[in-house]
């Protein structure tokens, strides 16, 4: 069983499209996070949710936007597609670890490779 | 930013243990240090963590000086399947959140 499911693995799509990528989670994490891969293997913090709830907005630009219909999906939807939009998504979970001490092992799917032609 | 840093590559046979270490001088009392790793551009893995002391568990061992400014993951016996880029990363007190660094190159050989 795959704990942290991403889809679709790949994505190629013309710039100014609107596209979605998809996650869930069967781990029954009350965390999910999306973090961005780019070209340069440098993996950077996007968003992250807690119980449907934004906690973490990492200066992202407002064409991205999350969206959490339950604790278990945290999807990403980004508009008017850009060319510097090409990277590698990775979707994540983790319990909450906000707690000082708590541990937080997060938890990642396999990525979503975006590339915008 | 990443509070950390660590060699850019490194080599080690299979069989022969691989002992990756990591400087974080600006390091908090509260702030535990995790490894990832991630194999060919999968998902990054979780592998260990720790706050003070040394831990060990299936994976690998974590080495944390006294003065907690640096600290070493060991892997007793490397194999080829463990080629990866190996991250040290200091976690955020109070988040969630996980700043990744530059990480290690990881090449096992035959």
């Known amino acids: 069983d795959t704990a942290v499911s991403q889809t679709p693995k790949y994505l190629v799509t013309q710039m100014g499209n609107d596209k979605s990528i998809k996650c869930e989670q069967n781990?029954?994490?009350?965390?999910m996070y999306w973090y961005k891969q780019d070209s340069k293997k440098f993996l950077k913090i996007m968003f992250s949710?807690?119980?449907?709830?934004?906690?973490i907005n990492e200066t992202v630009p407002n064409r991205f936007s999350p969206k959490s219909p339950d604790k278990a999906h945290l999807n990403l939807h980004i508009n008017s597609l850009e060319l510097g939009d090409s990277a590698v998504y990775f979707c994540?979970?983790?319990?909450?670890?906000?707690?000082?001490?708590?541990?937080?092992?997060?938890?990642f799917g396999q990525g979503t490779r975006l590339t915008v032609v | 930013d990443a509070k950390t840093t660590q060699p850019t590559s490194m080599d080690c046979a299979e069989g022969r243990a691989a002992n990756l270490p990591c400087n974080h001088s600006?390091?908090?009392?509260?702030?535990?240090v995790y490894w990832y790793r991630q194999i060919h551009s999968q998902g990054p893995q979780y592998i260990i963590h720790?706050?003070?002391n040394n831990e060990t568990n299936e994976m690998a061992s974590l080495i944390i000086t006294e003065d907690r400014k640096s600290s070493t993951l060991i892997l007793p016996h490397a194999t080829l399947r463990d080629t990866a880029v190996y991250y040290c990363?200091?976690?955020?007190?109070?988040?969630?959140?996980?700043?990744f660094g530059t990480g290690t190159r990881l090449q096992v050989f035959p």
């Open positions: 994540a979970s983790s319990q909450e670890g906000r707690r000082q001490g708590a541990d937080t092992e997060a938890f």
């Open positions: 781990l029954g994490h009350d965390t």
């Open positions: 949710y807690n119980n449907k709830e934004l906690i």
């Open positions: 600006t390091i908090s009392g509260n702030e535990y």
């Open positions: 720790g706050l003070k």
């Open positions: 990363i200091v976690r955020v007190p109070y988040t969630d959140k996980l700043i």
